[in-house]
């Protein structure tokens, strides 16, 4: 009996000690395993980074790969040491494509992207020992590398060659599960670095897309059935894509955020690039508009030069946001994106240099409208000293 008895625990992967009392074991007393009365659905990944959100909100500044893994890293620091600025929303995937640090474990098509700028273990010790909150930007659709290496997961012409929009950039097809699966996997693999929140950027078709879309080849997969017109394909494309990233990532404990357009949540959708402010907003945690002055048009809100007026444009813009997602069932959190660059491009008469005033005016209008959480984009990584980005 006792050679039996030994033999089916190796079988079942006990772990029993075969003792005297083992021998007298009766089988027909009841099962040897017992099922737990609930089995979770999905498994919790711990990835041994133990970064807390910030009591009073992320405030947080956005920082290249080459700034998180170069000398700029320690000024960048020193600036959220000296101030209430508590996050880094990191380039993990950027505009081209190029995935800016090793992410152990990613497909075969991201290793073929991936860069060494960022030493990842090296940028968590920083984030946690200076008690900086992570978010890591993953750019989704624009992604010129992709395309240029898989045209059937873009927009081609007719001569095969793929479509470029005028700063020669390209996108992937929004369509298609397999870019998805592409994005959401590299987003799994910062997750499992430690990271708090993944930001997915560019979450959209190509601007314009509706003035192309009938000249452009490409594979509308199931989308194209014939119940909805091209409007309504591309939104609930984008819409999807969100939902199924998010899902994807529920066990890995991270929040999911999305950057949009700051004009969809002013008007139903936006018919080209497939962006619906209400949908998207259904499937995230946290929405980040992007909503600096200088992009914004003349007569916008009622302002002729929309960045002559950082307090009012943030101000118009955030009755209309808070509107909308007031409207929803369980609203994300909004942690808009603000303006700490001159956009000189404007023209003389049409832009402010944008520095400690502006800065404050923008945080003070997020304020008066109940958000207090907020993000600082400078493509450059050079952000205004002095602000007291905590208004009263």
């Known amino acids: 009996m006792k050679s039996k008895v030994m033999l089916l625990c190796l079988i079942l992967g006990l772990m029993m000690p075969i003792t005297a009392k083992a021998e007298g074991l009766n089988l027909n007393e009841g099962p040897l395993l017992k099922m737990p009365e609930t089995i979770p659905d999905k498994f919790s990944y711990d990835s041994g980074v133990d970064i807390p959100y910030p009591e009073d909100g992320v405030k947080g500044i956005f920082v290249t790969g080459y700034s998180a893994g170069g000398e700029?890293?320690?000024?960048?620091?020193?600036?959220?040491?000296?101030?209430?600025?508590?996050?880094?929303?990191?380039?993990?995937?950027?505009d081209a494509g190029n995935i800016m640090m090793p992410l152990e474990g990613a497909s075969e098509m991201a290793q073929e992207n991936m860069q060494n700028y960022v030493d990842p273990d090296q940028l968590m010790e920083t984030m946690d020992s200076e008690s900086i909150y992570p978010i890591a930007r993953i750019v989704a659709f624009k992604d010129s590398n992709l395309a240029k290496a898989r045209p059937d997961l873009s927009f081609t012409?007719?001569?095969?060659?793929?479509?470029?929009?005028?700063?020669?950039e390209s996108f992937v097809n929004p369509f298609l599960k397999e870019v998805w699966d592409y994005n959401v996997d590299i987003a799994i693999q910062a997750a499992k670095l430690g990271f708090k929140d993944i930001q997915f950027d560019y979450v959209r078709f190509p601007e314009g897309f509706e003035h192309r879309a009938d000249s452009l080849n490409y594979d509308a997969a199931e989308y194209d059935d014939g119940n909805d017109d091209d409007v309504q394909q591309r939104v609930n494309a984008v819409t999807d894509f969100v939902e199924y990233a998010r899902e994807k990532l529920k066990p890995y404990n991270v929040d999911v955020s999305v950057d949009i357009f700051g004009y969809a949540a002013t008007v139903p959708e936006a018919p080209g690039i497939g962006q619906n402010f209400s949908k998207i907003s259904n499937n995230v945690d946290v929405i980040s508009s992007m909503i600096y002055p200088s992009h914004w048009g003349p007569g916008d809100f009622g302002f002729?030069?929309?960045?002559?007026?950082?307090?009012?444009?943030?101000?118009?813009?955030?009755?209309?946001?808070?509107?909308?997602?007031?409207?929803?069932?369980?609203?994300?959190?909004?942690?808009?994106?603000?303006?700490?660059?001159?956009?000189?491009?404007?023209?003389?008469?049409?832009?402010?240099?944008?520095?400690?005033?502006?800065?404050?005016?923008?945080?003070?209008?997020?304020?008066?409208?109940?958000?207090?959480?907020?993000?600082?984009?400078?493509?450059?990584?050079?952000?205004?000293?002095?602000?007291?980005?905590?208004?009263?």
């Open 157 to 168: 012409h007719d001569d095969g060659t793929v479509w470029k929009n005028g700063r020669g």
């Open 72 to 94: 700029r890293m320690s000024n960048l620091v020193s600036l959220l040491n000296d101030t209430d600025l508590n996050a880094m929303v990191v380039d993990v995937k950027e």
């Open 304 to 392: 002729q030069t929309p960045d002559l007026e950082p307090y009012g444009v943030i101000d118009s813009y955030m009755e209309v946001e808070n509107e909308v997602l007031d409207s929803l069932d369980s609203p994300p959190l909004s942690r808009p994106w603000i303006q700490d660059f001159t956009a000189s491009y404007l023209g003389a008469g049409n832009y402010l240099n944008y520095g400690v005033d502006e800065l404050e005016a923008q945080i003070q209008a997020l304020h008066d409208n109940g958000v207090d959480e907020f993000l600082l984009w400078d493509a450059t990584n050079n952000y205004t000293r002095g602000v007291d980005y905590t208004p009263e």
